[in-house]
């Protein structure tokens, strides 16, 4: 085998277990991680979404079954409640108490989004430039959460009524 093809290969190697060791950490490290909230999912039997102190949907749960609490009753998709109950489960990046803070520099007063799991509110406030990350407040403390599904507040009011609405 010549030294070129020798040299190739233990760099593909070596290139293979600097990324199965990243890899390895990084699943460590978001298992280190809590959630934003101490609700299951399971646990969860009502659900108000609010944009800028508008109600646009409150969902109540009966049997197994998710209903639209405004309106019509009419049966919510569940796939999408499963979404939205997720984010009670979301990992806190990094939090910081509210105290000695302004939360206009957060996007937090008034928040644009508000999720009402039960009776724990989740205030979503703008996007932190430095990290990606989204600011949401839950009671005194500040969390920064992915932004993968809070574009589901912003499907909340669609769900549930027809095409034409």
């Known amino acids: 085998m010549s030294p070129i093809i020798r040299t190739n290969i233990l760099l593909l190697l070596l290139a293979m277990a600097l990324a199965w060791s990243i890899y390895i950490r990084q699943a460590e490290s978001i298992a ?3 959630p934003i909230t101490s609700l299951a999912s399971d ?3 009502k659900i108000t979404i609010q944009k800028e102190g508008n109600t646009l949907l409150i969902l109540k749960k009966h049997g197994q079954q998710w209903l639209n609490a ?3 009753e009419a049966a919510i998709d569940t796939a999408w409640v499963n979404k939205l109950l997720h984010i009670s489960q979301l990992p ?3 939090h910081f108490p509210l105290a000695n803070k302004d939360p ?3 996007g937090l007063h008034p928040p644009r989004y508000q ?3 039960n009776d724990t509110v989740l205030d979503f406030g703008k996007i932190d430039p430095a990290t990606g990350l989204r600011y949401i407040q839950i009671g005194s403390q500040i969390h920064l959460i992915s932004d993968s599904y809070t574009h589901y507040l912003v499907s909340g009011h669609k769900q549930g009524r027809s ?3």
């Open 32 to 34: 280190d991680y809590t």
């Open 43 to 45: 646990q969860i039997n």
């Open 70 to 72: 405004l309106g019509d």
């Open 92 to 94: 806190s990046l990094h």
């Open 104 to 106: 206009k520099v957060f």
């Open 115 to 117: 999720l009402q799991l």
């Open 163 to 165: 095409e034409n609405d």
